[in-house]
């Protein structure tokens, strides 16, 4: 989410927390449910009534700044050849290819209708494959949406320039991350979870360690800048012993980044999490030994706890970022590109063009309908006001940086901030009372202790959460 347009600037760069001294007593007083503030306002309160001559117009407000924003492209590719059980995406379940080929010949079009819209000379400086599994598609066919992309948008030069992938590894060789390579591809996230086979059947993922560490390699010999391992912590038939054993496997290849994601079940909204037996869930307590397992095994490799379940060796691109002072956070999670639009392609994409969220389709047969008849394949989106603005640059600071420079909000939004965030000070009182956050006259920022809580923090400032919370009591 980007800041308010008058700030135009980096956040001045602070001295950060690189570890995290895991308190487990903490979490279970603070941590509770809610946004992982990808956006503000999030995604439940865009609106089907903001409609295509809204997102026109925001595009025109781009090209037409003094300094036009760069771009970052997000597609989306929702096949997935097998379910996952705890899998929550917006995906399809097929084994046939030639579905790959029809999607690839609709996002075509799409692009052909979106790119227009912009200016040639809004370079893109990021994107980002994700799914589904992109590697769904033939790593050759992949090179061609990349072509497909520079022939409507203009590729940034710059060796700074992203093109990144979520990759399943069970469906790709060396030769597949060669073709990738050349097509331009430098980054790439791996799907591991958990390589206990205990826990990889109960969520109907197998996957070798052997051949996904081979992989992890075989980026790096093609060039790829960042690796990326994925892992969750609270699968079914988890034990300590067997992460410890998953986290020292992963830590022979020393990927640059991991995230370790907490798993949530929720049966009633994502159908395939039914097959899981709640019965061989980690509970509470044992979740928490789960994760603070893996962030002290992290911690004490040398890795550097970015935010929200990300770590990142000190000298990649995201913990450079974080020390600059211009981290920034979307809906493709944590990126070292701070001041672009983002322009989602594909189903159920979202963007992000100046103050406003819009997002496509999430059903696949809506999305193709209206790509078939011509339409930009818009669903939902909204307009953000005044307040909106001023808190999404509150939380954006909150989340990548872990604090909020009073001084610098105040002078970008006009406003008294003692004043305006009355109530918010009153919430965060508990988490000042308990060491987890620290509030002065200047500034409020997240203690050592309170690293792993920033989205308790970001919780105090979300007005729609707390009107949400006080209509429910």
Same mark, same amino acid.
């Given at each position: 989410m980007c800041p308010h347009p008058s700030a135009r600037v980096s956040r001045a760069a602070v001295p950060l927390t690189v570890d995290w001294p895991f308190d487990a007593e903490l979490l279970r007083r603070h941590d509770r449910p809610g946004p992982r503030y990808t956006s503000y306002p999030t995604a439940p309160h865009f609106a089907a009534a903001f409609g295509e001559d809204r997102w026109r117009a925001a595009i025109r407000a781009g090209n037409e700044l003094p300094a036009p924003k760069p771009l970052s492209l997000y597609v989306h590719v929702p096949y997935c050849a097998d379910p996952c059980f705890y899998c929550g995406c917006n995906r399809v379940i097929t084994r046939d290819a030639a579905r790959a080929s029809a999607y690839l010949a609709r996002l075509r079009r799409e692009l052909a209708g979106v790119a227009p819209l912009f200016d040639r000379h809004r370079q893109v400086v990021q994107l980002h494959l994700g799914g589904g599994t992109p590697n769904f598609v033939a790593p050759a066919q992949l090179a061609g949406l990349i072509d497909a992309?520079?022939?409507?948008?203009?590729?940034?030069?710059?060796?700074?320039?992203?093109?990144?992938?979520?990759?399943?590894? #069970? %469906?790709?060789?060396?030769?597949?991350?060669?073709? +990738?390579?050349?097509?331009?591809?430098?980054?790439?996230?791996?799907?591991?979870?958990?390589?206990?086979?205990?826990?990889?059947?109960?969520?109907?993922?197998?996957?070798?360690?052997?051949?996904?560490?081979?992989?992890?390699?075989?980026?790096?010999?093609?060039g790829f800048r960042s690796v990326n391992v994925d892992l969750i912590y609270g699968l079914p038939k988890q034990t300590r012993a067997g992460f410890a054993r998953t986290l020292a496997q992963v830590l022979q290849a020393r990927p640059d980044r991991l995230a370790i994601y907490g798993y949530a079940h929720m049966p009633s909204l994502f159908r395939a999490q039914r097959q899981i037996d709640a019965a061989d869930l980690p509970d509470a307590e044992q979740r928490l030994v789960l994760l603070g397992l893996a962030v002290e095994t992290l911690c004490g490799a040398g890795y550097r706890y970015i935010g929200m379940d990300h770590f990142a060796l000190p000298d990649d691109d995201l913990a450079k970022a974080q020390a600059r002072g211009d981290l920034h956070r979307n809906f493709m999670g944590y990126t070292t590109h701070p001041q672009t639009d983002l322009v989602g392609i594909g189903v159920s994409a979202i963007s992000h063009i100046g103050?406003?969220?819009?997002?496509? %389709?999430?059903?696949?047969?809506?999305?193709?309908?209206?790509?078939?008849?011509?339409?930009?394949? &818009?669903?939902?989106?909204?307009? +953000?006001?005044?307040?909106?603005?001023?808190?999404?640059?509150?939380?954006?600071? &909150?989340?990548?940086?872990?604090?909020?420079?009073?001084?610098?909000?105040?002078?970008? %939004?006009?406003?008294?901030?003692?004043?305006?965030?009355?109530?918010?000070?009153?919430?965060?009182?508990?988490?000042?009372?308990?060491?987890?956050?620290?509030?002065?006259?200047?500034?409020?920022?997240?203690?050592?202790?309170?690293?792993?809580?920033?989205?308790?923090?970001?919780?105090?400032?979300? #007005?729609? +959460?707390?009107?949400?919370?006080?209509?429910?009591?």
């Open positions: 992309v520079a022939t409507g948008f203009t590729l940034s030069p710059s060796p700074d320039r992203d093109i990144s992938i979520e990759l399943d590894p #069970r %469906h790709i060789d060396a030769d597949g991350i060669a073709v +990738l390579a050349r097509a331009g591809f430098n980054r790439a996230s791996l799907g591991v979870q958990d390589f206990d086979p205990a826990v990889q059947a109960a969520v109907n993922r197998v996957q070798e360690a052997d051949a996904t560490l081979r992989l992890i390699d075989a980026c790096r010999r093609s103050d406003t969220y819009s997002q496509n %389709h999430r059903d696949l047969p809506a999305w193709e309908s209206a790509i078939d008849a011509g339409r930009l394949p &818009l669903w939902r989106g909204i307009a +953000l006001d005044a307040d909106d603005r001023l808190r999404a640059d509150v939380i954006q600071g &909150l989340m990548c940086q872990g604090r909020i420079d009073i001084p610098a909000i105040e002078q970008r %939004h006009d406003i008294d901030f003692a004043a305006t965030f009355r109530e918010a000070l009153r919430l965060l009182e508990p988490l000042r009372a308990d060491g987890i956050v620290e509030v002065t006259a200047t500034g409020i920022a997240a203690t050592r202790r309170g690293r792993g809580l920033l989205r308790a923090i970001a919780q105090c400032f979300d #007005r729609y +959460l707390q009107d949400a919370r006080r209509d429910a009591a």
